[in-house]
């Protein structure tokens, strides 16, 4: 056995294993996610409220530009939030929708790629503590429905409940679905606020500071209530 461990082959295998092992993956998954978020401050993506896109980009190739960068940098904790005003004040309503949503939905995609492909196979044995096992539970049995009420209600982070999701059971299908589904009514909201924000007066703007409002409250009353739910078992 000895003999068979130094030769080679054996080394070889040995430092395959290890490379490609449950922590390793985690290892570089961590990695990837502070290079990115060290990229993204670096860039600072918030500047597009300020200054705009570059301007050879225009049309249809500035929103399916500004699509993949928005997924890229919700992977990289960038918030939403700022993402979608942009939308907003850069393309107007329609198109700046249409671009916050396919962003959003090839962000959640690559979040979730990520964290199943690096992260799951070391994570789930830590799922031990009661409201961890009580989460992955809802949300490989309830896939759709849970992820549905997520998107529906703001306040949690975006990137850290598509890592979340990919730790569970959950299939890609109804995953991408709820998210697709879910995020429509908070993006539009800010979306419309981005477009809307050189006239903080009408009524489109108030409209949608409103609904910002209203769904933020009612995520914190539907987290407390769960929040009494788990302590009273």
């Known amino acids: 056995?000895?003999?068979?461990?130094?030769?080679?082959?054996?080394?070889?295998?040995?430092?395959?294993?290890?490379?490609?092992?449950?922590?390793?993956?985690l290892g570089l998954l961590l990695v990837l996610l502070v290079c990115a978020a060290a990229a993204m401050l670096v860039w600072q993506p918030q500047r597009l409220l300020a200054e705009g896109l570059p301007g050879q980009l225009s049309g249809p190739v500035a929103v399916v530009g500004f699509a993949l960068a928005y997924g890229v940098c919700t992977t990289a904790f960038v918030p939403r939030p700022v993402l979608?005003?942009?939308?907003?004040?850069?393309?107007?309503?329609?198109?700046?929708?249409?671009?916050?949503?396919?962003?959003?939905?090839?962000?959640?995609?690559?979040?979730?790629?990520?964290?199943?492909?690096?992260?799951?196979?070391a994570l789930r044995p830590l799922l031990r503590a009661r409201w961890a096992a009580a989460a992955d539970r809802q949300l490989s049995?309830?896939?759709?429905?849970?992820?549905?009420?997520?998107r529906l209600f703001p306040g949690l982070p975006f990137c850290a409940t598509n890592y979340c999701a990919a730790v569970?059971?959950?299939?890609?299908?109804p995953y991408l679905l709820a998210t697709a589904l879910g995020s429509v009514p908070n993006t539009g909201a800010y979306v419309i606020a981005g477009a809307r924000a050189s006239a903080p007066t009408s009524p489109a703007f108030l409209l949608?500071?409103?609904?910002?409002?209203?769904?933020?409250?009612?995520?914190?009353?539907?987290?407390?209530?769960?929040?009494?739910?788990?302590?009273?078992?």
Request: positive net charge; glycine residues 16%.
């Open 1 to 25: 056995m000895l003999e068979s461990a130094a030769t080679p082959d054996g080394l070889a295998v040995r430092c395959t294993r290890v490379l490609f092992s449950p922590w390793s993956r």
């Open 84 to 121: 979608n005003l942009a939308a907003g004040a850069l393309f107007g309503g329609q198109a700046g929708l249409v671009a916050a949503l396919a962003g959003t939905v090839l962000g959640a995609g690559l979040a979730f790629g990520l964290g199943r492909l690096l992260g799951q196979e």
């Open 141 to 150: 049995e309830h896939g759709f429905r849970s992820m549905l009420a997520l």
């Open 168 to 173: 569970s059971r959950m299939r890609w299908l």
């Open 208 to 233: 949608s500071m409103g609904f910002i409002a209203v769904s933020g409250l009612g995520a914190l009353t539907v987290a407390w209530c769960k929040r009494r739910a788990l302590r009273g078992r």
